[in-house]
Structure formats: C-alpha cells, structure tokens
C-alpha cells in the first residue's frame, strides 16, 4: 500500500493542473448540490410549519373562469358556520398596514415602524401561534386595544424584558396594549410576523360591497373540504342576498377551497398576496442539482480512470512480487475516498463563503451550516459514495489484467471501455447545452420584462408614499414643482405595474354585471405618464368636482363589455356612477405575469369614498441629475415630517422588486449551470488525458510515418465534434420542452430564438475544441522516437 501511494503521490505531481481541477470540481458540485437543496427545502417546506397544514385551506371566490383570493366577510363568515366539519375559520384585511408608534415611557419618542394586520380572534385558531407571553384568550377586546407582537420585536423593543403588559403610543395618539409574544414563523410561511390587532366582531359584518379580507379555515378532515361548499349552497339562502332570482348554477358562483400547502404555487388567482414559486423552477433547480453532482462524479471516474495507463505497470509489478489483488483495490479505492470526502469538506468552506457574499442574495433561504445538518450530512454520504464508485472502477480494471501482458507492453483500451467513457462524456454535452439554452432564456425572458414596452413613459420617475403627510398633500407637490430638475408631479392611489393585481371592482353597465381593476388618480395622471389617449378625452380639473367623477377605460374593457363614450356605469357604490370619458391603449399596468385585462382609471368625484392618493410621481426633467433631483425629493419630504423615513426611489427599481423572485431564482440557475458547464469541460479534459496518454504511441507512429502536428490535432477534435453534433441533435428539443413548459408562467414572453441553440453549440464547441487541442498538441510535440520507446 505504501508503494501506492508513493505512486499515486508521483502521478498527482506529474498531473498538477488536472488533479486540482478535479478537485475544485468535485468540491465546487457538492457546494452547489447543497445551496440548491437548501433553497428546495425553502420552498417545498412553505407553511407546512403550522401544526395540521394538511387541515387548512384558503377560502376563495370564483365567478365562471374568474378565482380571487378576495371576499366579502358577510359570505365567509357564514360559510364558516354552515358546517361542524370546519373547525375553525380566521378572517384577515387584505393589506398589510403600517404602524408608527414610541414606547411608552420613551421620554426621547424614538420612533418605530412595523407591519401590522387586522384579524379576527378565530386567525389564531386556525394557524399555530406558539405564545411565549400571554395568550390570545380575550384578543377581541377594544377598549383596551390589545395587539400581538412577534419575539424578535418584543426583543428589540424591551430586550429580555416581558413584554406583556407594557403599552406602545401611536402616531395618532393612541394607545395599544400588549396582549402577547409569539414566536416568530419561519420566513417560508404565509403567515408572517406582524403586529397583530383585533379586528371588530362587528366590522364589515353586513357589507356586501367591501371585498377586501383574505380568510382561512381549518377542517377535521381534509377529505371532508370537497364536500363543504355543495352543503353551503343547500344551507345558504343566497337570495336574500343576491335577489330572488339568484342561481347558483346560472350566475357561476362558486367557493373553491385551496390547501395551504399549494398556496406557495398555484397561479391565476386575483389579489393573491402569497409569496410565489414556480414548481417547473425548483424541478430545474432541482435536476441542475442532480445533473451537477452526476457530472462531477463522472468526471471523477474518469479522471481516476485516466491515471490507469501511468500506473498500471507499477501496480502489476506489485503483483508479481506478491501483493495481493484484494489489497490493491482496497487501497486505490481509498485514495479516491479521500480525495472525495477532502472536496466534501471544502464544499462546506465554499457554502460557509457564498452565505457571507452578496451571492446570498439569490437564495431566499438560511444557507448556514447549523441550519441544514440533515443536507450536509445527506451529502457527506454521496461524497463517500462518489469516493466509492469512483474508486472501484478503476481499482477492478487496472488489476484485471494478465501482468505479464502489460509487462511486455501489451496494455491497451478496450472498444467496451472506449465506448462507456463516449457515453458519459455524451451526458455531460447534454447537459451542458440545456442548460446553456436554459440560462439563456431565462436571462432572456427577464430582459424582456424589465425593457419590454409598458404603453407608457417609466423612464426619469422617481416614486414615493406620502401618506404621512397626507395632510400637506398639495403643499408638498407645489415645493417639488419649484426645482429646476423637476418637470411635472402626480399621484394616484396604486403604484402602476407594480402589482399582479389591483382594486377589483365589480359594477354593472347597461344592464349587465361588469368587472374591472380599478387605479383611483389625479386628473393630471395620464399627461405626466405619457400615456395616450385612443378614443375621447383626457381627464380634466374639473372632472373632480362632479357628483361620481369619470372613467378612462382600457381596450380590453372596451371590446369586452362593448363599452361606448359617454355612457355611465351603474350599480354597487352609488359614488362611482361615473361617465365613460375616454380609452387608453392597452397598457402594462399589471405585471407581465398576467395577460391584460379590463380596468380603468377613474378620476374621483366628490362624493368618492376613498381618495387615499398618496403614490406619488416626480417627473424628472431629460437631462437633469435624478440623483440631485432624489436628494431634493428627500429633503422636501424631511421638511414636512423630519422623524419619517420616506422610501423614495426611482421607478425602475421597482419593476425590479416585482420580479425579484424570478431574478433570484434565474441567476441562480445561470451560476450552477455555469458550474455545471465547467465541470462538464473538466470532464471532458480529464477524457482527453485518458486518450493521449494512451495513444502517445499512435502518436508517435503517426510523426514518423509523417503527420504533421496540426493533422494529430484535427484527427483528435474529429472524434469528439461527432460525440458534440450527435449530443446537440438529442439535448435541442429537450432545452425546447423545459424552456417552453417554463415560459407558462408568463402571460408575455420572450420568444424561442433559433439562435440561442446555435449559440449554445458554438460555445460548447469553442470550449471543447479549446481543450482537445491544448492538451494533444502537448503530446504531439514530444519526442515520437520516445513515445515509442516508453510503450
């Protein structure tokens, strides 16, 4: 065994270059296996830390083809009564608020923020609050104005302290209790970790027009959620609701139940607030992981396998001299062993690295080490078994021969053998071309949402909620107006293409039953955004000081409800009766997730009930400094309310939070397939080393009858170009397929460029000719009187 490693010591130094990279490899592919799986882990474990997650499902409304995550709380409440089998149902505000408030015995009223949520007291039987301070018994208590509040803000604001008990003064003035701390939630959870406040046993109780709660239940039997809405409809008198002539059969009303656990997933639903992941996403994540450490094994074997023809005559030479067969292989496998189980270690150090980077960023989960103990010793197996296998191979075949043949010379490759490293080589090029394509076109498809056309000008805007100076509104535009930078200033009540969905409202024209997203705006809202008027007029001044204000429609409100000028809409909220004034092209208001639908933008009367206008829009002059026009922006605010942080920035930065998602899990991707891709050439060097050492006299023969360097070289890339061109036949329509089922997910996407193939050819070719042609024109230039000789 010593002589063994003494040998295998020897090769390592002969073959430095190759031998790190292999490692580097090796460790690199267990480094990505195990960030990838933690990121799987992340999204496959959503919500699934509440106790019977299995039990809970989302309460959601849908009219013929039409699902929203929105109702009404009169419907669900008494769907949540209508039978024993649900144990429980909890009702949510659909927005996240914010609260401003001091401690109170703060004599310095330092000023905190946090996001809070209104629910009713059943919220806490449906979902598991695990209370380390009080409980939620008598949560619905007004008068005193309890809340709930999670662990790591009961520490930041009272430190080891108790928490319970203690009051915190609002912004407004008022106080709030605190009633009890709960442990916070796991970041994969729909269920995050806000402010908790009751909402009123009689709030919205009887209001059929107000669609703004989210709400839950929780059921004795999942298999009993299926049946829960055909005995609603035989127990619900819907007529006394809808009117007498209400059906439930006609009408396309329905109640559809989906389980907590699918909500991280499911697409399609309007207003659904709950963080996303596409399932085709995590399965390439997921065969990338796969594919990364299949390859890396490969290429380890085949590597230890290249090392055969230097090492071979010592090992039989062992063997005449007595040594053991079982013993040579026991001893070559451990080598590799070692060599695996050394990369596994340093693919920890790697993890530990990319958690402390800015590479961390790609990943939603914890990539600590302590955190995922079941990942990194599930992938301490497949080192030891990739250690194993890449041992034993070789181990068997270079003590399977006669040592009297390879003595005299007679050592060779085998066709089966030849044949065998072609496949694995092959799987390798299949992977490194779908994911080339793969990468590319979810580089692509992001490119294209983020500078596809929007209908409107989104360039030079810089954006930012007032409404903590709602009051001085109309001041603090006319200060803005005054800088030199700044062209023009509106607002309106939603950011514009920041959402997948916005205020739905569902009204009647002519007669019939009309929906529609709705953006409450200034009347100077489509001149500052440059958006174009198709059909009618733009909105004017004076359109706020009639009785129901009026409507600018998209063209898919148009042709869908056959919608005219001056006609009004009718029905629901008597204050939104307005004129139909005008038609816009159709713009990208949503996210490009979604196709377009029909909404418009409605300038208010003065009988509107909302008027929470507080989005605003700065219009930076072209040419102007944005940055000195933003620094303005920040100091104009600091003068209305100096303790408030404002979150100004520029509008093209939030087109980008809206896919951050996607970005995230798409550079992603593109880093471990450019891993992979790397590994995959280091395979492929390791093959060509395997090759040339056991040609070298070919090679040689080759020189002396008189082929020329460049002919051996040509002679070389042949043979693998044919592997390339067959692999790329087999790998095109498979990237097709996955690229294609990926695309689904967007309403509006890039299209399937021919050339993204070719391109993925050229690169794999350059690389590979790069390698064959590095590595053989080494060998072809040596000595071929000595090549022969050393055969």
């Not at 009702?91 to 009713?120: C, P, W």
């Not at 009689?202 to 709400?215: L, R």
């Not at 998209?554 to 001056?566: C, D, Q, S, T, V």
């Not at 100091?635 to 408030?644: C, G, V």
């Amino acid at each position: 065994m010593k002589t063994n490693i003494k040998n295998f010591l020897r090769i390592i130094r002969r073959f430095k270059p190759a031998v790190a990279l292999n490692i580097l490899g090796l460790s690199v592919a267990f480094a990505a296996f195990m960030v990838i799986m933690i990121q799987l882990k992340y999204d496959y474990g959503f919500d699934k830390c509440h106790k019977d997650y299995d039990k809970i499902f989302r309460v959601e409304y849908t009219r013929n083809a039409s699902v929203q995550a929105n109702i009404c709380r009169p419907l669900v409440e008494r769907f949540i009564g209508s039978s024993p089998n649900i144990l429980a149902g909890g009702i949510a505000q659909m927005r996240l608020g914010k609260t401003r408030f001091h401690l109170e015995n703060d004599d310095d009223r330092n000023m905190y923020e946090e996001n809070s949520l209104i629910v009713t007291s059943a919220f806490f039987d449906v979902f598991s609050f695990d209370f380390i301070e009080g409980s939620n018994e008598g949560y619905i208590d007004i008068e005193s104005g309890n809340i709930f509040i999670p662990l790591s803000m009961a520490r930041k604001l009272f430190g080891n302290e108790p928490a319970v008990g203690k009051q915190i003064v609002l912004s407004n003035g008022g106080a709030r209790t605190i009633k009890a701390v709960y442990r916070d939630f796991p970041a994969n959870s729909v269920i995050v970790n806000n402010m908790y406040l009751a909402m009123r046993e009689d709030g919205f109780m009887n209001d059929w027009n107000e669609w703004s709660f989210i709400a839950y239940i929780r059921v004795n039997d999942a298999a009993n959620a299926p049946l829960l809405f055909d005995n609603f409809k035989r127990t619900f008198d819907a007529t006394a609701f809808w009117g007498e002539n209400f059906d439930w059969d006609e009408s396309g009303v329905s109640m559809r139940l989906t389980p907590l656990a699918d909500l991280h997933y499911i697409t399609g639903v309007e207003y659904d607030n709950a963080p996303k992941a596409s399932k085709q996403t995590l399965m390439i994540l997921f065969a990338i992981a796969i594919v990364i450490v299949a390859i890396a094994a490969i290429n380890f074997t085949n590597f230890s396998t290249a090392l055969t023809p230097m090492r071979v005559k010592s090992i039989n030479t062992q063997r005449i001299l007595g040594a053991y067969r079982s013993a040579m292989r026991l001893s070559i496998t451990l080598e590799t062993v070692t060599i695996s189980l050394f990369s596994y270690l340093l693919a920890i150090l790697f993890v530990i690295l990319f958690n402390i980077t800015s590479l961390a960023k790609f990943a939603d989960a914890d990539l600590s080490v302590a955190a995922n103990t079941f990942i990194v010793v599930g992938t301490a197996l497949i080192a030891l078994l990739t250690g194993l296998i890449a041992g034993l191979y070789p181990a068997f075949y270079m003590t399977s021969f006669a040592p009297a043949l390879v003595l005299k010379g007679s050592f060779g490759l085998s066709p089966k053998g030849k044949r065998l490293r072609n496949t694995l080589i092959g799987i390798q090029y299949i992977a490194s071309f779908a994911l080339i394509v793969g990468a590319s076109f979810m580089y692509l498809q992001n490119r294209f949402m983020q500078n596809s056309s929007f209908g409107y000008d989104k360039d030079e805007l810089i954006t930012v909620d007032i409404g903590m100076i709602q009051n001085n509104r109309d001041a603090f535009i006319n200060q803005l107006k005054m800088y030199s930078g700044v062209e023009d200033v509106t607002y309106g009540e939603s950011l514009l293409s920041s959402s997948d969905n916005y205020m739905g409202w569902g009204l009647g024209y002519r007669g019939e039953a009309i929906q529609f997203q709705s953006l409450p705006v200034h009347y100077t809202f489509l001149k500052v955004m440059g958006i174009e008027i198709a059909e009618g007029r733009d909105f004017r001044a004076d359109d706020h000081n009639t009785q129901y204000g009026v409507y600018v429609f998209n063209e898919a409100a148009r042709k869908k409800y056959n919608m005219e000028l001056g006609t009004r809409i009718e029905g629901g909220i008597e204050s939104i009766k307005g004129e139909i004034t005008g038609f816009v092209p159709d713009i990208k208001f949503a996210s490009f997730r979604k196709a377009v639908e029909p909404m418009a933008f409605y300038a208010w009367g003065t009988e509107y009930w909302g008027n929470r206008a507080n989005t605003t829009y700065i219009r930076v002059k072209a040419g102007a400094d944005k940055r000195a026009a933003m620094a303005h922006v920040r100091s104009t605010l600091a003068e209305f309310n100096p303790e408030y942080i404002f979150d100004v920035r520029f509008y093209d930065e939030t087109l980008q939070r809206l896919y951050e998602k996607e970005l995230a899990l798409s550079s992603l991707i593109t880093l471990f397939s450019l891993i992979a891709i790397f590994i995959s050439i280091v395979g492929v060097f390791g093959l060509v080393i395997f090759d040339s050492e056991c040609r070298r006299k070919e090679i040689g023969i080759r020189k002396v009858l008189g082929a020329s360097v460049f002919d051996i070289v040509v002679m070389f890339n042949k043979s693998y170009f044919k592997i390339l061109i067959v692999c790329f036949v087999v790998a095109a329509p498979l990237a097709w397929y996955a690229v294609n089922r990926w695309l689904e997910n967007f309403a509006y996407k890039t299209p399937l460029y021919w050339w993204v193939y070719l391109l993925a050819l050229v690169v794999v070719g350059i690389i590979t000719a790069a390698t064959v042609t590095f590595q053989n024109w080494r060998i072809a230039n040596d000595d071929p009187v000595k090549a022969i000789k050393s055969e």
